[in-house]
């Protein structure tokens, strides 16, 4: 079994992992599919989309934890 590494939006599409957002402030959470993380954020690196765009609805910290989910 091989090992994915998912770096950036385009390679959750590639692989077809959703991605799980979550608050580290206070632990609000969301999943996006690859499409909607293309659509809102661009195909960049995914540290860089974190750090720049990704703030809490609820809170409204960045403070971003990322997790990429096995396609289903």
């Not at 998912?6 to 580290?24: H, K, M, P, Q, W």
């Not at 690196?45 to 990704?54: C, G, K, S």
Request: glycine share 6%; charged share 25%; hydrophobic share 35%.
């Amino acid at each position: 079994m091989s090992t994915k590494h998912v770096r950036t939006a385009g390679d959750l599409v590639r692989f077809g992992c959703s991605l799980r957002i979550e608050c580290n402030h206070c632990a609000a959470a969301n999943t996006m599919s690859p499409m909607e993380v293309v659509t809102r954020c661009g195909t960049g690196d995914l540290e860089a989309i974190r750090r720049r765009r990704l703030k809490c609805a609820r809170c409204g910290k960045k403070a971003a934890r990322l997790t990429a989910l096995p396609p289903v």
